[in-house]
């Protein structure tokens, strides 16, 4: 089993960075990729990013390419989410996952993903 614990949020202005941060606990965290999701209040939950166990393969939504940046240190058992020059349409929850597979073709499916953490917000004030 695996629980995930975020951590990180907070109220920032447009433009300012946020780092989140994911500690897993579980033997199988190193067998896993690990991703973020969020959602924003009544709209639907959407992938953000998410690197494979290996690291050898990191994967982002287009909202947020060049901006976002995850990683992960399987020796620590924790994922991070750099955001930078964050926008207001990035205000929402954001949601910690572990995908079924360790090196995922696609990584963008909530379905695959069996673990999730409890959530940390992110709001960004224009």
């Known amino acids: 089993q695996v629980q995930l614990v975020e951590s990180g949020g907070g109220l920032v202005q447009a433009g300012g960075s946020l780092r989140l941060s994911c500690a897993a606990s579980?033997?199988?965290?190193?067998?896993?990729?690990m991703g973020w999701f969020r959602q924003a209040p009544g709209k639907e939950r959407e992938f953000v990013a998410a690197?494979?166990?290996?690291?050898?393969?990191?994967y982002y939504a287009d909202s947020v390419k060049g901006r976002f940046t995850i990683s992960r240190d399987n020796a620590k058992n924790t994922v991070s989410l750099q955001m930078n020059s964050l926008k207001p349409e990035d205000t929402a929850v954001y949601y910690c996952?572990?995908?079924?597979?360790?090196?995922?073709?696609?990584?963008?499916?909530?379905?695959?993903?069996?673990?999730w953490g409890q959530g940390t917000q992110v709001t960004v004030s224009s």
């Open positions: 690197i494979s166990w290996s690291g050898g393969r990191i």
């Open positions: 579980g033997r199988t965290f190193r067998s896993r990729a």
């Open positions: 996952a572990a995908h079924l597979n360790p090196e995922p073709v696609v990584a963008r499916l909530g379905h695959d993903y069996d673990y």
